[in-house]
T-cell receptor
Framework: AQRVTQPEKLLSVFKGAPVELKCNYS??????LFWYVQYSRQRLQLLLRHISRESIKGFTADLNKGETSFHLKKPFAQEEDSAMYYCALSNYQLIWGAGTKLIIKP | DVKVTQSSRYLVKRTGEKVFLECVQDMDHENMFWYRQDPGLGLRLIYF???????EKGDIPEGYSVSREKKERFSLILESASTNQTSMYLCASSQTGTRGSYNEQFFGPGTRLTVL
């Protein structure tokens, strides 16, 4: 079955520290993977997708087919990164992880 | 600027009431979605529609119905609201991508529904 797992419900790191939000998936085929973000009192929005291979707001995510992972990383966390992050897999519709709440402490 | 709007930000209803949640998008997208967002459960798909008058059940359709009479509008209906339907409801829209997969979904601001 297709599934997206985000093992951490909550992740708290200090400002300036590296951040890694984990995402693992199960999918037979070539996946399209996304990270969405929801800042406080804002609507859910796309952060990045793996096929773009781009860095958005300092975040990157590399698809590792061997480990079936798509972890989101940022070398130096900023307070404005505090938000809810969702990993999602596209298979005719989006399959969502449960989300990770990221808190950046000053 | 792309826009998905939802009719209400906050709604309070009583058990047994019929509830209508409206969603409108101005991007001429084919696909529209209704989700529930609950802490620890992420987003769960209730229904989606890939064309006018077409609808497909998502993961949790029980207790809900939908209507899509016009391309830009997708309504979620709770026939008889219950307390376990208290939640944040998110509407989204997208274009159909290549290989039948969906492109980026654009979300509305959400409706926080409380059923007493």
């Amino acid at each position: 079955a297709q599934r997206v797992t985000q093992p951490e419900k909550l992740l708290s790191v200090f400002k300036g520290a590296p951040v890694e939000l984990k995402c693992n998936y199960s999918y037979s085929g070539s996946p399209e993977l996304f990270w969405y973000v929801q800042y406080s009192r804002q609507r859910l929005q796309l952060l990045l997708r793996h096929i773009s291979r781009e860095s958005i707001k300092g975040f990157t995510a590399d698809l590792n087919k061997g480990e079936t992972s798509f972890h989101l990383k940022k070398p130096f966390a900023q307070e404005e990164d505090s938000a809810m992050y969702y990993c999602a897999l596209s298979n005719y519709q989006l399959i969502w992880g449960a989300g990770t709440k990221l808190i950046i402490k000053p | 600027d792309v826009k998905v709007t939802q009719s209400s930000r906050y709604l309070v209803k009583r058990t047994g009431e019929k509830v209508f949640l409206e969603c409108v998008q101005d991007m001429d997208h084919e696909n529209m979605f209704w989700y529930r967002q609950d802490p620890g459960l992420g987003l769960r798909l209730i229904y989606f529609s890939y064309d006018v008058k077409m609808k497909e059940k998502g993961d949790i359709p029980e207790g809900y119905s939908v209507s899509r009479e016009k391309k830009e509008r997708f309504s979620l209906i709770l026939e008889s609201a219950s307390t376990n339907q208290t939640s944040m409801y998110l509407c989204a829209s997208s274009q159909t991508g290549t290989r039948g997969s969906y492109n980026e979904q654009f979300f509305g601001p959400g409706t926080r529904l409380t059923v007493l």
